[in-house]
């Protein structure tokens, strides 16, 4: 199982990324707004760090524009990958920039159905967004167990980055299921670092070693 981590804050991923864990960054024009800071600046500061698929998002609404913004990001660094929103222009555009060795990456994905267009699209990634629908009242997870057995049946090659995760039940399903990815906000990667019984383990531990360290 991969993880990205899913932020645009720099520091955050030079620390994580510096204990080994993390394989790839996915942002989103949200995640950069927090940051206040120039789109493109960003994105090639978070390539000189994290060497693996960092997701960049296109913003135009048509498959032309997209193609475009996507053959200028993709300048920045190899891995670099386009976020395309899941529409059939999104799709349109995928279609085109994978088959000139763009990577993409369907964003705003809420059904299996959306994930069956991206893969036969050719995508190299599909992010169903698991807690917007978990917010709706719907089962987040359950979309996500059903493109993993979908694309499974198919053997498509796009992997399925489980996006929108906001808290430890969302990571640790993601595994359960067979997801290749989980994109997760840095505050969630630190949580899964603990254990109540890990901190009370190490106190005991060291405890003990100081009435024998000397002897
Ligand atoms: C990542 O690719 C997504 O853009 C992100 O996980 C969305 O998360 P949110 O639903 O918490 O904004």
């Known amino acids: 199982m991969k993880i990205f981590i899913d932020t645009a804050d720099v520091e955050e991923i030079k620390r994580l990324n510096d204990i080994g864990i993390i394989d790839g960054v996915t942002t989103n024009p949200s995640l950069i707004a927090?940051?206040?800071?120039?789109?493109?600046?960003v994105v090639k500061e978070i390539t000189e760090i994290v060497d693996g698929p960092i997701s960049a998002e296109a913003v135009s609404l048509d498959a032309e524009g997209m193609i475009k913004e996507g053959k200028e990001l993709s300048k920045i660094h190899k891995n670099i990958i386009i976020k395309v929103p899941m529409t059939s222009e999104g799709i349109k555009a995928v279609k085109v920039l994978e088959a000139e060795g763009i990577k993409c990456n369907v964003t705003l994905t809420f059904s299996a159905n959306q994930a069956i267009l991206a893969a036969k699209a050719g995508a190299s990634f599909?992010?169903?967004?698991?807690?917007?629908?978990?917010?709706?009242?719907?089962?987040?997870?359950?979309v996500i167990k059903e493109i993993v057995e979908i694309y499974k049946n198919y053997n498509f090659k796009t992997e399925i980055i489980v996006a929108s995760v906001r808290n430890l039940e969302h990571v640790k399903e993601s595994g359960m299921l067979?997801?290749?990815?989980?994109?997760?906000?840095?505050?969630?990667?630190?949580?899964?670092?603990?254990?109540?019984?890990?901190?009370?383990?190490?106190?005991?531990?060291?405890?003990?070693?100081?009435?024998?360290?000397?002897?």
């Open 126 to 142: 599909v992010s169903p967004f698991v807690g917007r629908l978990d917010d709706i009242g719907e089962k987040g997870m359950d």
């Open 34 to 41: 927090k940051e206040g800071r120039n789109f493109e600046q």
């Open 178 to 215: 067979g997801a290749h990815i989980a994109t997760i906000p840095p505050k969630l990667i630190n949580e899964m670092f603990k254990h109540e019984l890990t901190d009370k383990g190490i106190k005991k531990f060291l405890e003990d070693w100081e009435k024998v360290k000397d002897k």
